[in-house]
């Protein structure tokens, strides 16, 4: 079962910051973050492996709340190079499938 | 050297024609996919081969069959092609399965007339 991203579209202005939501109906055992942008391949971000873990990529963070079933990915001082759309992907019991959620449509405008 | 190359890059075809996408990675990974991404950009897997065994078939219908002659390859191959299967179609590899990160090639963008 696929896990479920909000918003499902942003638009920001340079500078300004966004947070994404990703939540399972399912245990998550672990959170996996990718973005893709427009005519290009996904690209991986960084993975969450335990509850409460947190990692950061430039300005982009992310946490991850085992008991929630949810993680979040923050962009803080969103740059032009931000937009895309962000995936985020949980891992299935037997921990040999990536199933990613609907994205979301990241926009930063000048 | 490109780490996950697909070929070819963009396909037109007619309906009820067969066609096939190609992919290699030179990453020396164990695992390797094939991801479907239809027009509103979801992502769904399709298939997940490790070490040239099929692990992972996810309700594909059989008009898709994928073969992999050798860890370092994974191919697709689609028989009746139907409208519904425009989409774009993305290779990816990883170390091991599932859990690790994943390397995507660039696309083939399959379009079904």
């Known amino acids: 079962q696929q896990p479920v991203q909000s918003p499902q579209a942003v638009i920001l202005r340079e500078g300004e910051d966004a947070v994404i939501n990703c939540s399972s109906s399912?245990?998550?055992?672990?959170v996996h973050w990718y973005r893709q942008k427009h005519g290009e391949a996904p690209v991986f971000l960084m993975i969450?492996?335990?509850?409460?873990e947190q990692k950061g990529h430039e300005k982009i963070s992310a946490s991850f709340n085992e008991k929630k079933q949810q993680s979040s990915l923050y962009l803080t001082a969103s740059q032009l190079s931000y937009s895309g759309t962000y995936f985020c992907?949980?891992?299935?019991?037997?921990?040999?499938?990536?199933?990613f959620g609907g994205g979301t449509r990241l926009m930063v405008k000048p | 050297d490109t780490a996950v190359s697909q070929t070819p890059k963009y396909l037109v075809t007619q309906m009820g024609n067969d066609k096939s996408i190609k992919c290699e990675q030179n990453?020396?990974?164990?695992?390797m996919y094939w991801y479907k991404q239809d027009s509103k950009k979801f992502l769904k897997i399709m298939f997940s081969?490790?070490?040239?065994?099929?692990?992972i078939n996810e309700t594909v219908p059989n008009r898709f069959s994928p073969k992999s002659p050798d860890k370092a390859h994974l191919n697709l191959h689609i028989n009746s092609l139907e409208l519904g299967d425009s989409a774009v179609y993305f290779c990816?590899?990883?170390?091991?399965?599932?859990?690790?990160?994943?390397?995507f090639g660039a696309g083939s963008r399959l379009t079904v007339l």
């Open positions: 990816a590899s990883s170390k091991v399965s599932g859990a690790n990160v994943l390397t």
């Open positions: 399912k245990a998550l055992y672990s």
């Open positions: 969450l492996l335990k509850g409460g």
């Open positions: 992907g949980s891992i299935n019991n037997a921990g040999n499938m990536l199933t």
């Open positions: 990453l020396g990974h164990d695992t």
């Open positions: 081969y490790n070490n040239k065994e099929l692990i």
